[in-house]
C-alpha cells in the first residue's frame, strides 16, 4: 500500500470509515496526507488518533466545491503529480495551497526564489522542505547538511523548535525511532543569522580559503571608536587650519558622524583598497578632506589590529570572498548541499554575493524566501533589490534558479484584505519605490465574518479613552515608527488609566531596575551631591519620606542642609575601601528587596490616580511590574559580575561602567513578561513587530514627514566600479554638504519614501481581524509625504459607530 516516502495527497468523492483507516494506516508509517473530498473531511476525524495527527498538520483536510466531472479517486505520492489540472481546482476552490504543495515536493535540480507575502506561511513551508528532503533521501542526506540563515537570533530559535517540535510529532504519532535520530543529528544542523554562518564557515573553510588558521570572527565597534578619536587628534595636529572650521563641534558629535559614515561603508562590504579611492567630492569647508583623512587613517590603524590578532569582522570576510573565487571545488570540506536563506529581502548588497558564492562553490540547492514589500532595514544596508541582485549573480553563474510567489493569506480576514488589495495597488502607482504585481495581491483563507476591516478616525485624547475601554481584554497593538513616538503612546494610554507592555530597542539601560540601581551606586560616588541623594531616597532603595517641595525648600548648598536632612532618615553602611563594592551592592539588594517596595508604591500610587478603575487590573500590572523589576535587576547583577569577574570592583569602577551604558547602550534589550490575561496594551515599532500578528492594530501617529531637514545624511553610491559619498551634515548651527549630495539626494528622497510605505505595508498587514488608523483632513493629493497621505490614498476611509 504505502508507495510514498513522504507525503499522499489523496481526493475521495465521499468520505467514509474505511478511508479514515486508511489515512491512519499512511499517517502511523509516517506519510503526511492531504484528504480532500467533497464532504468536509473534518466532519469524520473522530478518531482519537486522527485529532491529534490533524492538530500535528500531519492530515491536512480540504472541502472541495463539486465538480461532476471529478468522479473517481485521485492518489499522489510525493508530490509527483500527473494532474495538474485538478490540483489547481483544488487551489482555486479550496484553503489547499498548491504554490506551498509545489515548494514543499519539489525535485531539487533548481534554485527556489520565493517571494512570500505576508501572512502566507512562509515558516512552515521552509520547515516542510526540509522535512521532504530528509524523508526522501533518508540514507543519504544528513541534517548536518542543512544551512538555514534567518536575519535574528531569535528567528534561529524559533526555526530550530519548530524543526524539532516537527520530529517530535512524527516520533509521537509513528514510534519510529529514525526521527529520535533525526533529533540527534539536528545537533549538527547549523540554523542562526548570516553574521554567525560567517564564523561558522571560517571555522570550517577558513585555510583552505587561505585565511589565517583559527582566525576569529569579532566585533570592533569598540576598537574602531578609540581609533577614531586618535585620528581626530592626529588632524587636529597636522591640519589646524581646516580643523578651526570644526572647533566648536563636541568631541562626541564628531566621533559619532565618523562610526556612522564608517557604518555605511562596512554594510556594503567594501574591500580595504576600494574604502582607500572612495571619492568624497568637494564643499567649501574642505570637510571631504577632514573625512578622508579619518577613514583612511582608521581603516589602516584596524587592519593591522586585526592582522596582528590574527582576527578579521564579517564585513572582511565577505568583501575577500572575491579574491578567493576560483578556488577549486575539491579544496573545499564543508558538507554543504541545501542553503536556506529566511527574509532575503533583508540583505545587503555584500551578504547576497556571499550566498551566490556558497551555492555556486559547493553546489548546492538554493532556498531563497522574502518579501520585497517587507523589506525595512535599508539603515542597517539591507537592500531592496536583494533578489534582483541574487538573479543576476545567479545567471552570471549559470545556475539554474525557478520564481515562486505565496499569495494565500492565513493571518487577515476577508474584508481587511479585500481593503489591503485595494489600497497597496494605488501605492503601486504613487510611490515610485512600491511595487504590488498581480503575483503580490493577497488572497484570504480566512472568512472572519465579524471583522470591522480597517478605518480611519481622529485618535486624540477624548477618543482614544472609550477606544482603550472597549477594546480592552483583546489582543491590541499600537505601531509606531520611532521609540519615541512608542514612549509618548505609552503617555497617553497610561493617562487614560491603561496599562502598556512597551517594546522598545536597547531600553535596558534606561528602563526602572537599571536607573534605581545606578541611584544605589551613586548614593556611595556623590553622596554629597543633593540631586543625586535625592533621587536616591525616592527610589526603591530609599524611603522616600520627604516630598519634593521639603526638599526644594531645605536646598541650601552651602550649609549642606538636605544632606543633613536625608542622613537623618537615610541608613545605609559606609563603603569601606576593603570591601568588594559589587559583593556589599548585592547584599543591599537581598535586605531591601526593591523589586517588592516598587510594586508596593505602584499599586498605592495608581489606586490613588484611577479611583475609579478595576483595582483587579491594577494589581496583575503590579505583579507583572514586581517580575520583570527582580528579572532585569537580576540581569543587571549578572552582567556585573561577568564584567568585574577578574578583579576586586571599586564601587566608583562600577559607577563609571554604568554611566557609560547608561548613556550609549542601545543594544541591550529589557525583559519583558509576556502579558497571558491581555490587561496590557501592546505598544512598539514597527520594526519590532515585524513576524508578529495581533487581532486589532493601531496606528496613532501618521501624520510626522517622511523626510527631514534637520536630521545629518549619508549617501554612498557606486558608479562605473568606483564609490561616491555624499553627505549633508548638521551640527550645533553649522550645515555642510558636498557636491555629491546634491547629485543624489532626489534619487535618495525617492528611497526614503519608498521604505516608509513598505514600513506602513508591514504594520497593516500585522491585523487579523480591524485595523483602526489615526486619520487627518490634510491629505496630500499630489505627492506622498507622510503615512496619512498613504492610508488616504485618495479615498475617506470613516469610522463605523460602534467602534466607540
Given at each position: 500500500?504505502?508507495?510514498?516516502?513522504?507525503?499522499?495527497?489523496?481526493?475521495?468523492?465521499?468520505?467514509?470509515?474505511?478511508?479514515?483507516?486508511?489515512?491512519?494506516?499512511?499517517?502511523?508509517?509516517?506519510?503526511?496526507?492531504?484528504?480532500?473530498?467533497?464532504?468536509?473531511?473534518?466532519?469524520?476525524?473522530?478518531?482519537?488518533?486522527?485529532?491529534?495527527?490533524?492538530k500535528?498538520?500531519l492530515?491536512?483536510?480540504?472541502?472541495?466545491?463539486?465538480?461532476?466531472?471529478?468522479?473517481?479517486?485521485?492518489?499522489?505520492?510525493?508530490?509527483?503529480?500527473t494532474?495538474?489540472?485538478?490540483?489547481?481546482?483544488?487551489?482555486?476552490?479550496?484553503?489547499?495551497?498548491?504554490?506551498?504543495?509545489?515548494?514543499?515536493?519539489?525535485e531539487?535540480?533548481?534554485?527556489?526564489?520565493?517571494?512570500?507575502?505576508?501572512?502566507?506561511?512562509?515558516?512552515?513551508?521552509?520547515?516542510?522542505?526540509?522535512?521532504?528532503?530528509?524523508?526522501?533521501?533518508?540514507?543519504?542526506?544528513?541534517?548536518?547538511?542543512?544551512?538555514?540563515?534567518?536575519?535574528?537570533?531569535?528567528?534561529?530559535?524559533?526555526?530550530?523548535?519548530?524543526?524539532?517540535?516537527?520530529?517530535?510529532d512524527?516520533?509521537?504519532?509513528?514510534?519510529?525511532?529514525?526521527?529520535?535520530?533525526?533529533?540527534?543529528?539536528?545537533?549538527?544542523?547549523?540554523?542562526?543569522?548570516?553574521?554567525?554562518?560567517?564564523?561558522?564557515?571560517?571555522?570550517?573553510?577558513?585555510?583552505?580559503?587561505?585565511?589565517?588558521?583559527?582566525?576569529?570572527?569579532?566585533?570592533?565597534?569598540?576598537?574602531?571608536?578609540?581609533?577614531?578619536?586618535?585620528?581626530?587628534?592626529k588632524?587636529?595636529?597636522?591640519?589646524?587650519?581646516?580643523?578651526?572650521?570644526?572647533?566648536?563641534?563636541?568631541?562626541?558629535?564628531?566621533?559619532?558622524?565618523?562610526?556612522q559614515?564608517?557604518?555605511?561603508?562596512?554594510?556594503?562590504?567594501?574591500?580595504?583598497?576600494?574604502?582607500?579611492?572612495?571619492?568624497?567630492?568637494?564643499?567649501?569647508?574642505?570637510?571631504h578632506?577632514?573625512?578622508?583623512?579619518?577613514?583612511?587613517?582608521?581603516?589602516?590603524?584596524?587592519?593591522?589590529?586585526?592582522?596582528?590578532?590574527?582576527?578579521?569582522?564579517?564585513?572582511?570576510?565577505?568583501?575577500?570572498?572575491?579574491?578567493?573565487?576560483?578556488?577549486?571545488?575539491?579544496?573545499?570540506?564543508?558538507?554543504?548541499?541545501?542553503?536556506?536563506?529566511?527574509?532575503?529581502?533583508?540583505?545587503?548588497?555584500?551578504?547576497?554575493?556571499?550566498?551566490?558564492?556558497?551555492?555556486?562553490?559547493?553546489?548546492?540547492?538554493?532556498f531563497?524566501?522574502?518579501?520585497?514589500?517587507?523589506?525595512?532595514?535599508?539603515?542597517?544596508?539591507?537592500?531592496?533589490?536583494?533578489?534582483?541582485?541574487?538573479?543576476?549573480?545567479?545567471?552570471?553563474n549559470?545556475?539554474?534558479?525557478?520564481?515562486?510567489s505565496?499569495q494565500?493569506?492565513?493571518?487577515?480576514?476577508?474584508?481587511?484584505?479585500?481593503?489591503?488589495?485595494?489600497?497597496?495597488?494605488?501605492?503601486?502607482?504613487?510611490?515610485?519605490?512600491?511595487?504590488?504585481?498581480?503575483?503580490?495581491?493577497?488572497?484570504?483563507?480566512?472568512?472572519?465574518?465579524?471583522?470591522?476591516?480597517?478605518?480611519?478616525?481622529?485618535?486624540?485624547?477624548?477618543?482614544?479613552?472609550?477606544?482603550?475601554?472597549?477594546?480592552?481584554?483583546?489582543?491590541?497593538?499600537?505601531?509606531?515608527?520611532?521609540?519615541?513616538?512608542?514612549?509618548?503612546?505609552?503617555?497617553?494610554?497610561?493617562?487614560?488609566?491603561?496599562?502598556?507592555?512597551?517594546?522598545?530597542?536597547?531600553?535596558?539601560?534606561?528602563?526602572?531596575?537599571?536607573?534605581?540601581?545606578?541611584?544605589?551606586v551613586?548614593?556611595?560616588?556623590?553622596?554629597?551631591?543633593?540631586?543625586?541623594?535625592?533621587?536616591?531616597?525616592?527610589?526603591?532603595?530609599?524611603?522616600?519620606?520627604?516630598?519634593?517641595?521639603?526638599?526644594?525648600?531645605?536646598?541650601?548648598?552651602?550649609?549642606?542642609?538636605?544632606?543633613?536632612?536625608?542622613?537623618?532618615?537615610?541608613?545605609?553602611?559606609?563603603?569601606?575601601?576593603?570591601?568588594?563594592?559589587?559583593?556589599?551592592?548585592?547584599?543591599?539588594?537581598?535586605?531591601?528587596?526593591?523589586?517588592?517596595?516598587?510594586?508596593?508604591?505602584?499599586?498605592?500610587?495608581?489606586?490613588?490616580?484611577?479611583?475609579?478603575?478595576?483595582?483587579?487590573?491594577?494589581?496583575?500590572?503590579?505583579?507583572?511590574?514586581?517580575?520583570?523589576?527582580?528579572?532585569?535587576?537580576?540581569?543587571?547583577?549578572?552582567?556585573?559580575?561577568?564584567?568585574f569577574?577578574?578583579?576586586?570592583?571599586?564601587?566608583?569602577?562600577?559607577?563609571?561602567?554604568?554611566?557609560?551604558?547608561v548613556?550609549?547602550?542601545?543594544?541591550?534589550?529589557?525583559?519583558?513578561?509576556?502579558?497571558?490575561?491581555?490587561?496590557?496594551?501592546?505598544?512598539?515599532?514597527?520594526?519590532?513587530?515585524?513576524?508578529?500578528?495581533?487581532?486589532?492594530?493601531i496606528?496613532?501617529?501618521?501624520?510626522?514627514?517622511f523626510?527631514?531637514?534637520?536630521?545629518?545624511?549619508?549617501?554612498?553610491?557606486?558608479?562605473?566600479?568606483?564609490?561616491?559619498?555624499?553627505?549633508?551634515?548638521?551640527?550645533?548651527?553649522?550645515?555642510?554638504?558636498?557636491?555629491?549630495?546634491n547629485?543624489?539626494i532626489?534619487?535618495?528622497?525617492?528611497?526614503?519614501?519608498?521604505?516608509?510605505?513598505?514600513?506602513?505595508?508591514?504594520?497593516l498587514?500585522?491585523?487579523?481581524?480591524?485595523?483602526?488608523?489615526?486619520?487627518?483632513?490634510?491629505?496630500?493629493?499630489?505627492?506622498?509625504?507622510?503615512?496619512?497621505?498613504?492610508?488616504?490614498?485618495?479615498?475617506?476611509?470613516?469610522?463605523?459607530?460602534?467602534?466607540?
Open positions: 500500500m504505502n508507495e510514498a516516502l513522504y507525503s499522499v495527497l489523496w481526493f475521495v468523492p465521499e468520505v467514509n470509515r474505511e478511508i479514515m483507516d486508511a489515512v491512519k494506516r499512511y499517517i502511523m508509517k509516517g506519510n503526511k496526507v492531504f484528504l480532500l473530498s467533497f464532504d468536509d473531511p473534518a466532519e469524520v476525524i473522530t478518531d482519537q488518533y486522527l485529532n491529534q495527527a490533524s500535528k498538520k492530515v491536512n483536510t480540504f472541502q472541495i466545491k463539486y465538480n461532476q466531472e471529478l468522479n473517481k479517486e485521485l492518489l499522489i505520492y510525493d508530490g509527483k503529480d494532474h495538474h489540472k485538478w490540483l489547481t481546482y483544488f487551489d482555486h476552490t479550496s484553503s489547499f495551497n498548491l504554490s506551498q504543495y509545489i515548494l514543499e515536493h519539489k531539487a535540480r533548481s534554485h527556489s526564489l520565493v517571494k512570500a507575502g505576508a501572512g502566507t506561511g512562509k515558516t512552515t513551508t521552509m520547515i516542510n522542505r526540509i522535512a521532504f528532503l530528509k524523508h526522501l533521501h533518508q540514507s543519504s542526506v544528513d541534517l548536518k547538511e542543512f544551512v538555514l540563515i534567518t536575519f535574528t537570533n531569535e528567528a534561529s530559535i524559533h526555526m530550530r523548535s519548530k524543526l524539532m517540535e516537527k520530529f517530535k512524527y516520533y509521537e504519532l509513528t514510534r519510529d525511532k529514525k526521527y529520535l535520530e533525526w533529533l540527534e543529528e539536528m545537533s549538527s544542523m547549523f540554523i542562526g543569522t548570516i553574521h554567525a554562518f560567517a564564523s561558522y564557515f571560517l571555522a570550517h573553510e577558513g585555510k583552505s580559503l587561505g585565511f589565517p588558521h583559527l582566525i576569529e570572527i569579532r566585533s570592533y565597534r569598540h576598537e574602531q571608536r578609540k581609533q577614531i578619536e586618535k585620528a581626530i587628534d588632524f587636529a595636529s597636522e591640519y589646524p587650519d581646516v580643523y578651526q572650521a570644526f572647533k566648536r563641534v563636541p568631541h562626541h558629535q564628531m566621533v559619532k558622524l565618523f562610526s559614515m564608517m557604518e555605511q561603508i562596512h554594510n556594503k562590504a567594501i574591500s580595504h583598497k576600494d574604502i582607500l579611492r572612495i571619492n568624497y567630492g568637494l564643499d567649501e569647508k574642505q570637510f578632506f577632514y573625512a578622508q583623512f579619518i577613514i583612511r587613517h582608521v581603516t589602516s590603524s584596524l587592519l593591522h589590529l586585526k592582522q596582528r590578532e590574527g582576527t578579521m569582522e564579517v564585513h572582511d570576510l565577505i568583501s575577500r570572498l572575491d579574491e578567493v573565487r576560483f578556488l577549486r571545488e575539491n579544496e573545499l570540506t564543508l558538507p554543504l548541499k541545501y542553503v536556506f536563506v529566511d527574509e532575503f529581502q533583508d540583505t545587503d548588497e555584500s551578504q547576497v554575493r556571499y550566498v551566490s558564492w556558497l551555492a555556486s562553490k559547493y553546489s548546492a540547492e538554493l531563497a524566501v522574502g518579501d520585497v514589500k517587507q523589506s525595512i532595514y535599508r539603515f542597517r544596508g539591507a537592500d531592496y533589490t536583494a533578489f534582483n541582485q541574487l538573479i543576476y549573480q545567479l545567471e552570471l549559470q545556475e539554474p534558479y525557478i520564481e515562486y505565496l494565500k493569506n492565513y493571518r487577515s480576514t476577508t474584508l481587511l484584505l479585500a481593503q489591503f488589495n485595494q489600497l497597496f495597488e494605488k501605492w503601486d502607482e504613487r510611490v515610485k519605490r512600491f511595487t504590488y504585481q498581480k503575483t503580490d495581491v493577497l488572497k484570504p483563507v480566512i472568512k472572519g465574518e465579524d471583522s470591522e476591516g480597517m478605518n480611519t478616525i481622529r485618535l486624540d485624547d477624548t477618543s482614544l479613552k472609550p477606544l482603550l475601554k472597549r477594546l480592552y481584554g483583546n489582543e491590541v497593538a499600537f505601531l509606531v515608527r520611532s521609540n519615541r513616538q512608542a514612549t509618548e503612546t505609552v503617555r497617553r494610554i497610561e493617562r487614560a488609566g491603561y496599562f502598556c507592555e512597551a517594546d522598545l530597542s536597547g531600553s535596558f539601560y534606561r528602563s526602572v531596575p537599571v536607573r534605581e540601581f545606578y541611584m544605589l551613586r548614593r556611595f560616588t556623590h553622596s554629597k551631591v543633593p540631586k543625586d541623594r535625592f533621587a536616591f531616597h525616592q527610589s526603591s532603595y530609599g524611603e522616600n519620606r520627604i516630598d519634593i517641595m521639603t526638599f526644594i525648600n531645605q536646598l541650601d548648598y552651602e550649609k549642606n542642609t538636605t544632606i543633613n536632612l536625608l542622613d537623618e532618615v537615610e541608613q545605609h553602611p559606609d563603603m569601606n575601601s576593603s570591601e568588594n563594592a559589587l559583593q556589599l551592592l548585592e547584599k543591599i539588594v537581598e535586605t531591601t528587596d526593591p523589586a517588592d517596595i516598587y510594586r508596593k508604591r505602584f499599586y498605592q500610587e495608581k489606586r490613588l490616580e484611577f479611583p475609579n478603575q478595576d483595582t483587579s487590573i491594577i494589581k496583575d500590572e503590579a505583579i507583572l511590574r514586581y517580575e520583570e523589576y527582580k528579572a532585569n535587576l537580576e540581569h543587571l547583577l549578572f552582567i556585573l559580575k561577568k564584567e569577574s577578574d578583579i576586586t570592583s571599586s564601587i566608583y569602577d562600577i559607577e563609571k561602567f554604568l554611566s557609560i551604558k548613556a550609549t547602550d542601545t543594544s541591550e534589550n529589557e525583559w519583558k513578561k509576556r502579558d497571558e490575561k491581555l490587561h496590557r496594551f501592546k505598544v512598539m515599532t514597527v520594526h519590532k513587530a515585524k513576524g508578529l500578528e495581533f487581532d486589532y492594530v496606528l496613532p501617529s501618521t501624520e510626522m514627514s523626510l527631514h531637514d534637520h536630521f545629518t545624511n549619508h549617501l554612498l553610491v557606486q558608479e562605473q566600479g568606483n564609490w561616491n559619498y555624499g553627505y549633508d551634515v548638521k551640527w550645533y548651527g553649522m550645515n555642510f554638504q558636498n557636491n555629491l549630495f547629485m543624489n532626489t534619487d535618495e528622497n525617492a528611497e526614503t519614501i519608498g521604505e516608509e510605505t513598505r514600513l506602513l505595508y508591514v504594520a498587514t500585522r491585523a487579523k481581524m480591524s485595523v483602526l488608523v489615526h486619520g487627518s483632513d490634510h491629505m496630500n493629493a499630489s505627492r506622498v509625504e507622510c503615512w496619512n497621505d498613504l492610508v488616504e490614498s485618495g479615498e475617506k476611509l470613516h469610522v463605523q459607530s460602534t467602534l466607540l
